[in-house]
T-cell receptor, first 115, second 114 residues
Framework: KAGVTQTPRYLIKTRGQQVTLSCSPI?????VSWYQQTPGQGLQFLFE???????NKGNFPGRFSGRQFSNSRSEMNVSTLELGDSALYLC??????????????FGPGTRLTVL | QKEVEQNSGPLSVPEGAIASLNCTYS??????FFWYRQYSGKSPELIMS????GDKEDGRFTAQLNKASQYVSLLIRDSQPSDSATYLC??????????????FGKGTKLSVIP
């Protein structure tokens, strides 16, 4: 079974631009979660999508948004990029449901550099 | 705010020894606990999950959970240089409206010395 895929793997943008990242979950997985990882803050939760609906959201500004399509693929968008948005953006998929027994599996990540 | 605390390390152990990684969490009603391994420049890889008090063994890995003490640990027996990585503790807690959120510690860097 194929794992989680993310595109692109690397991105270089300048301040003020916007960016869209894509994530395809493991086949059969309906939940997609997005995380930001930086050396200083570690892994921080951005949001989770399930059945095309945002089910949960972390403490990030409104410049960070996402969506999920009917095939469970997800995109996240960051508008008006700031230098501090430079990070590894990780997508994780899980079978979902509301059970707490819900293992998440990560994709390879998108390394975003904002200049 | 739910918190997950780990000693950042680095933790250095000789090859063949037991590595012990520890994690505490703040949310008493947390229900699921996970250990991820992250090699430098790579994404986190799930290596263990544990849901009830006690020990869970999988090969050279043993996860231990004590909900009363809000403590979870990972033991790696017969440590190998290939185990050198950052280990992330993650705790799954109910965040309302039928949803759960996975909160990560900042990780412990393990170095296994040949």
């Amino acid at each position: 079974k194929a794992g989680v895929t993310q595109t692109p793997r690397y991105l270089i943008k300048t301040r003020g631009q916007q960016v869209t990242l894509s994530c395809s979950p493991i086949s059969g997985h309906r939940s997609v979660s997005w995380y930001q990882q930086t050396p200083g803050q570690g892994l921080q939760f951005l949001f989770e999508y399930f059945s095309e609906t945002q089910r949960n959201k972390g403490n990030f500004p409104g410049r960070f948004s996402g969506r999920q399509f009917s095939n469970s693929r997800s995109e996240m968008n960051v508008s008006t990029l700031e230098l501090g948005d430079s990070a590894l953006y990780l997508c994780a998929s899980s079978l979902a449901g509301t059970s707490a027994i819900n293992e998440q599996f990560f994709g390879p990540g998108t390394r975003l550099t904002v200049l | 705010q739910k918190e997950v605390e780990q000693n950042s390390g680095p933790l250095s152990v000789p090859e063949g020894a037991i590595a012990s990684l520890n994690c505490t969490y703040s949310d008493r009603v947390s229900q699921s606990f996970f250990w991820y391994r992250q090699y430098s420049g790579k994404s986190p890889e799930l290596i263990m999950s544990i849901y009830s008090n006690g020990d869970k063994e999988d090969g050279r890995f043993t996860a231990q959970l004590n909900k009363a003490s809000q403590y979870v640990s990972l033991l790696i027996r017969d440590s190998q240089p290939s185990d050198s990585a950052t280990y992330l503790c993650a705790v799954y807690s109910y965040s309302g409206a039928g949803s759960y959120q996975l909160t990560f510690g900042k990780g412990t860097k393990l170095s296994v010395i040949p």
